[in-house]
């Protein structure tokens, strides 16, 4: 089992739609959550982070985090073609005080 | 705002040869980091740095080795490189403590080896 997994995609939506964007982690142990966002032929880019179950905001982009379920999400409300990306997830686990990314969700938001 | 700079955007080498990736950054962070990126593998540590002279392993250090002498550089060295080294290196930078995850990347490197 890998540590942190995604589903590849691509996620598919249409613009103004709400893109789901799931992470599922291995060590129950991780304190830290975060989300990257990756342009093609760029470098990935911090846009969230969460440390608490429950759910964090900022302005389109919200964060949600289950614990006892072992899963981060991201949702992306009224999805821009610019949100056309892939989304990496990356969770600190509690061995070795790293991050550890999952391989990425690409998303394409279609006008 | 935070600026990490790579030497190189692309570097094209032949297997055996000694390959040296330099990374810079300007905001007096204490940690670094070396990551390898594959398509459908994500971001792989290869070795970090919390210090000057300081290493430690990541996940995937076979055939790497570091050098961090000045706390705003860390430079990553192929002692012989091969073919399965091409890839897209991409360095990081982050802050001490617990914002130590708040990773800030430098452009990247496209690594070819033939």
């Known amino acids: 089992q890998k540590e942190v997994e995604q589903n590849s995609g691509p996620l598919s939506v249409p613009e103004g739609a709400i893109a789901s964007l799931n992470c599922t982690y291995s060590d129950r142990g991780s304190q830290s959550f975060f989300w990257y966002r990756q342009y093609s032929g760029k470098s990935p880019e911090l846009i969230m982070f969460?440390?608490?179950?429950g759910d964090k905001e900022d302005g389109r982009f919200t964060a949600q985090l289950n614990k006892a379920s072992q899963y981060v999400s991201l949702l992306i409300r009224d999805s821009q073609p610019s949100d056309s990306a892939t989304y990496l997830c990356a969770v600190n686990v509690e061995y070795g005080n790293k991050l550890v990314f999952g391989a990425g969700t690409i998303l394409r938001v279609k006008s | 705002d935070v600026k990490v700079t790579q030497s190189s955007r692309y570097l094209v080498k032949r297997t055996g040869e000694k390959v040296f990736l330099e990374c810079v950054q300007d905001?007096?962070?204490?940690?670094m980091f070396w990551y390898r990126q594959d398509p459908g593998l994500g971001l792989r540590l290869i070795y970090f740095?919390?210090?000057?002279?300081?290493?430690e392993k990541g996940d995937i250090p076979e055939g790497y080795s570091v050098s961090r002498e000045k706390k705003e550089r860390f430079s990553l060295i192929l002692e012989s490189a091969s073919t399965n080294q091409t890839s897209m290196y991409l360095c990081?930078?982050?802050?001490?403590?617990?914002?130590?995850?708040?990773?800030?990347f430098g452009s990247g490197t496209q690594l070819s080896v033939l």
């Open positions: 905001m007096d962070h204490e940690n």
């Open positions: 990081a930078s982050s802050r001490g403590g617990r914002a130590n995850e708040k990773l800030f």
């Open positions: 969460i440390y608490s179950n």
């Open positions: 740095s919390y210090d000057v002279k300081m290493k």
